[in-house]
C-alpha cells in the first residue's frame, strides 16, 4: 500500500494517553498528536483544504502564487501542498517567530517576509498588512487569510471532530484545544456538538490575548492586550473563525506555564511537542482542578505542533534562565544551606596543626566527614582531604606517623555570606573541596559539595507541585 503523494498523509494522527499529568486521579486525558502530519502540525489539515476549496472556486488557478501571513506551521503546510501541486508561495511573519520556523519555510523553497511583531494589526507594516498589499501586487496570487477564511475551520469539522469522535467511540466528554484563528477548536466542536451537545467545549488563550475577556464580556478592550512569547494561539483581533458560541470556558495561560509544562511533556511522556502544546495541557489541569473529573471521563486535548521549532527557544535552559522561567531560579541562598545544615550552631570540626594523620583519620571517622580545616590555635592555616590522605598512605603506611601540618594543603578559600550558590557550585566543581564562610559572630563554617546537594535536593522537592 502506498500513498499518491505526501498530501494523503495529511490527518488521522494518532490518540496518546497522558501517563503522569492527572496520574491516579479518575478520568482518562488523551493527546491528539497533531506533529504526526507531514508538516508537523495541525495546519497541515487547512492548508489542504483552503487551496482545494480555492481550486475549486477558481480563486487559484495553474501556476499562482499563493500569499499568507502565517506563524510558520500554516506556511509549513501550504508549502508542502504547494510544492506538490506546483504553486509558488510568498509569506509574511512576526519578528516573534523562531527563526527555525522561518528557515524552514526557506528550506522549501518558499519567500519569507518578517515584519514587526508590536505594532497594530492594521499598521501597514504589519504581517497582515504587507501580506495583503501582495496578494494586490502580485498577478495570479491567492491570499488564504487563515484567520478569515471559512475553509479552515471547515476542514475540522471535516476531519478532527470526526477523527475524535471515531477514535474515542464517541466516549470524549472534554475537548480542549489554543485558540488561535480559532479554527481547530471552532469546527471540531461543532461536528462534536451535533454528536453530543453534552461535550465540554475548553478553549486555551495566552495571557496578554483578548479572547478571553472578549468572550467573557462580550466586548474588544484593547487593555487586555499585551506582549506574550506562546507562539501560535491569542491574538490582538477576533478572527472569523472563532465560534464563541461553541466554546464552554476559555481559560488564559502565562508563558512560564506554557513553556514549563511543555518541557514536562517532552520530558516525562516523551512528546515533543511545542510551546502552546503546555498552554493546552496546563489549561486542562486548571479546569480539572475546578471541575474534577468522573471516572468515565475523557478529556481530549489537541497538541497543535512539533518541539524542532523550539530547540533554541524555552526548550534551551539558557533561554528560559534570562526569562526567568527556570524553576532553579529558586536556588537556596547560601544561609539557607547553612541553616539546613544545622552548620552555624555547631562548632567547627578542625584538626590542629601539630597533630598526627592518623589522629586526622580518626577524627574524620567520627565525624563522617571527607575534609578538615587545619588550625593553629584560632587561626586556620590549612586543609586535609580523603584524597590527599590516600594518596599519602598509597605512598607509604608510615605516612600516619606524619604531623598534619607537614602534609596538610592550602587552606579553604573563604567566601562572603552573599556569594551565590551558582559561583560555589562553580569553585567546587574542579577546585577545593569546601569553601569556608565567616559568619556573623566571627565564627567560621565549612560548606561542602555534600552541603550544597543536600540543600540543592531539599529546595527542588519543596518546589515541586
Ligand atoms: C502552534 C500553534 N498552536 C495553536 C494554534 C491554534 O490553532 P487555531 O489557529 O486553529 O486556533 C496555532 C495556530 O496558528 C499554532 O500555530
Not at 510568498?90 to 508590536?118: H, W, Y
Not at 477576533?238 to 458560541?245: E, H, K, L, Q
Not at 516525562?268 to 468515565?296: H, M, T
Request: hydrophobic share 35%; net charge negative.
Amino acid at each position: 500500500m502506498w500513498y499518491s503523494s505526501i498530501i494523503e498523509t495529511v490527518g488521522n494522527t494518532p490518540l496518546v494517553r497522558l501517563q503522569t499529568v492527572n496520574k491516579g486521579q479518575p478520568g482518562t486525558l488523551l493527546a491528539k498528536v497533531e506533529y504526526f502530519n507531514p508538516g508537523h502540525s495541525v495546519k497541515d489539515r487547512i492548508a489542504l483544504k483552503m487551496i482545494e476549496d480555492a481550486e475549486k472556486s477558481g480563486k487559484l488557478k495553474p501556476g499562482g502564487t499563493i500569499i499568507e501571513g502565517t506563524s510558520g506551521n500554516t506556511g509549513m503546510g501550504l508549502a508542502l501542498v504547494a510544492a506538490v501541486k506546483g504553486y509558488k508561495c510568498v509569506f509574511t511573519t512576526t519578528d516573534k517567530q523562531s527563526m527555525e520556523k522561518v528557515n524552514l519555510l526557506r528550506a522549501l523553497g518558499c519567500e519569507v517576509q518578517i515584519c514587526p511583531t508590536n505594532v497594530e494589526p492594521d499598521d501597514p507594516r504589519s504581517y497582515y498588512s504587507v501580506a495583503r498589499r501582495l496578494s494586490e501586487e502580485i498577478p495570479n496570487s491567492f491570499y488564504p487569510d487563515q484567520y478569515n477564511n471559512l475553509s479552515n475551520r471547515q476542514s475540522h469539522y471535516e476531519t478532527t471532530g470526526p477523527e475524535i469522535w471515531e477514535q474515542t467511540e464517541g466516549k470524549v466528554t472534554h475537548f480542549v484545544a489554543g485558540i488561535g484563528t480559532g479554527g481547530t477548536i471552532s469546527g471540531a466542536a461543532q461536528y462534536l456538538k451535533e454528536k453530543n451537545p453534552d461535550i465540554v467545549i475548553i478553549g486555551v488563550d495566552s495571557v496578554g490575548s483578548i479572547f478571553k475577556s472578549y468572550f467573557e464580556t462580550g466586548n474588544f478592550d484593547k487593555r487586555h492586550i499585551a506582549p506574550y512569547l506562546t507562539e501560535g494561539i491569542g491574538e490582538d483581533i477576533i478572527p472569523a473563525n472563532v465560534d464563541f458560541d461553541l466554546i464552554d470556558e476559555i481559560i488564559q495561560c502565562p508563558d512560564r506555564e506554557a513553556f514549563v509544562t511543555t518541557r514536562k511533556l517532552a520530558r516525562r511522556e516523551g512528546l515533543f511537542v511545542g510551546g502552546s502544546c503546555g498552554s493546552a495541557v496546563w489549561g486542562a489541569q486548571q479546569y480539572i482542578k475546578k471541575n474534577p473529573l468522573k471516572e468515565d471521563d475523557v478529556v481530549v486535548i489537541l497538541l497543535p505542533d512539533s518541539g524542532t521549532r523550539y530547540v533554541s527557544k524555552f526548550y534551551s535552559d539558557e533561554w528560559m534562565r534570562t526569562n526567568g522561567f527556570l524553576e532553579e531560579e529558586h536556588r537556596p541562598e547560601l544561609e539557607e544551606v547553612i541553616t539546613l545544615r544545622g552548620m552555624g550552631e555547631r562548632e567547627l570540626i578542625t584538626v590542629d596543626r601539630e597533630e598526627t594523620l592518623e589522629q586526622a583519620i580518626k577524627l574524620m571517622n567520627r565525624h563522617n566527614i571527607s575534609q578538615l580545616p587545619v588550625a593553629l590555635g584560632d587561626d586556620i592555616v590549612g586543609s586535609l582531604t580523603e584524597n590527599r590522605i590516600l594518596s599519602l598512605l598509597m605512598e607509604s603506611a608510615d605516612a600516619r606517623t606524619r604531623k598534619v601540618g607537614s602534609v596538610m594543603d592550602e587552606p579553604f578559600p573563604v567566601v562572603a555570606m552573599d556569594l551565590k550558590i551558582d559561583q560555589i557550585s562553580r569553585m567546587l566543581s574542579d577546585g577545593p573541596a569546601a569553601v569556608m564562610v565567616r559568619l556573623d559572630d566571627g565564627r567560621h563554617t565549612i560548606v561542602t559539595r555534600s552541603d550544597l546537594i543536600y540543600a540543592l535536593a531539599e529546595s527542588r522537592d519543596s518546589s515541586r507541585e
